[in-house]
């Protein structure tokens, strides 16, 4: 029986990929490297910011890389933060079920805070589980646990929502099953049907109330 439903941020409750996308290029620009494609971008999707700079930039003191990315970001985040459809109403809905809901994300908590509030959604969350509450981040499953914990619910009776290989793997590290949504830009065909992808696919954000009707049956 299914009773909690951890989402991850961006990317599955908010539309932040045109943000994180331009966030990256102003800084290749900044720091004078060639842009890299924009695939090779959305592969850092759901991995924490700092790590996937020093990768990107390792010449560069990661301080500097990031406040390029975060001077950017925080200056269009409030105003361009919207959700993708139907994830919103999903969160009240589950509320209202009765389910358990958290957020389980690898931004900082000042500007998830933020979008959670422009949505109007904290009221139906339980949980809130930024960078900063945990020392290990996506894939290592301690983001999922300590929303567990968080929760008061078991691992067998929960669901991580995500659109990354970092959430599908973090939610089975956490022994968590994972639910990939379609409009994920940063699994490819190969990943969503090998041995490590998600054990449910959803193609619309209404579409986990039938799926979780169907496991619960």
Same mark, same amino acid.
């Given at each position: 029986m299914i009773d909690t439903i951890i989402f991850d941020?961006?990317?599955?409750?908010?539309?932040?990929?045109?943000?994180?996308?331009?966030?990256?290029?102003?800084?290749?620009?900044?720091?004078?490297?060639?842009?890299?494609?924009?695939?090779?971008?959305?592969?850092?999707?759901?991995?924490?910011?700092?790590?996937?700079?020093?990768? +990107?930039?390792?010449? !560069?003191?990661?301080? #500097?890389?990031? %406040?390029?990315?975060?001077?950017?970001?925080?200056?269009?985040?409030?105003?361009e933060i919207v959700p993708f459809p139907g994830t919103v109403e999903l969160i009240r809905e589950l509320k209202s079920r009765g389910y358990k809901v958290g957020v +389980?994300?690898?931004? !900082?908590?000042?500007? #998830?805070?933020? %979008?959670?509030?422009?949505?109007?959604?904290?009221?139906?969350?339980?949980?809130?589980?930024?960078?900063?509450?945990?020392t290990k981040h996506k894939p290592d499953p301690e983001p999922v646990l300590v929303s567990l914990k968080k929760l008061g619910a078991a691992a067998e009776k929960a669901l991580m929502i995500g659109d990354s290989m970092f959430d599908i793997r973090c939610a089975h590290n956490a022994g968590v099953?994972?639910?990939?949504?379609?409009?994920?830009?940063?699994?490819?065909?190969?990943e969503k049907n090998g041995p490590e992808g998600p054990d449910f696919y959803i193609e619309k954000a209404e579409d986990l109330l039938t799926l979780l009707e169907k496991e619960n049956a």
């Amino acid at each position: 029986m299914i009773d909690t439903i951890i989402f991850d941020f961006d990317g599955t409750v908010a539309d932040t990929n045109g943000m994180v996308v331009n966030s990256w290029l102003h800084t290749y620009d900044m720091l004078g490297v060639e842009r890299p494609s924009k695939e090779v971008l959305f592969k850092t999707f759901g991995e924490p910011l700092s790590i996937s700079m020093e990768k +990107a930039f390792p010449n !560069v003191p990661v301080e #500097t890389s990031v %406040g390029h990315y975060r001077d950017h970001m925080n200056a269009i985040f409030e105003e361009e933060i919207v959700p993708f459809p139907g994830t919103v109403e999903l969160i009240r809905e589950l509320k209202s079920r009765g389910y358990k809901v958290g957020v +389980a994300t690898s931004r !900082v908590k000042e500007t #998830t805070m933020i %979008g959670l509030n422009k949505f109007g959604i904290v009221p139906y969350l339980d949980a809130i589980v930024t960078m900063e509450d945990t020392t290990k981040h996506k894939p290592d499953p301690e983001p999922v646990l300590v929303s567990l914990k968080k929760l008061g619910a078991a691992a067998e009776k929960a669901l991580m929502i995500g659109d990354s290989m970092f959430d599908i793997r973090c939610a089975h590290n956490a022994g968590v099953k994972a639910v990939l949504v379609s409009w994920a830009l940063a699994v490819d065909e190969e990943e969503k049907n090998g041995p490590e992808g998600p054990d449910f696919y959803i193609e619309k954000a209404e579409d986990l109330l039938t799926l979780l009707e169907k496991e619960n049956a």
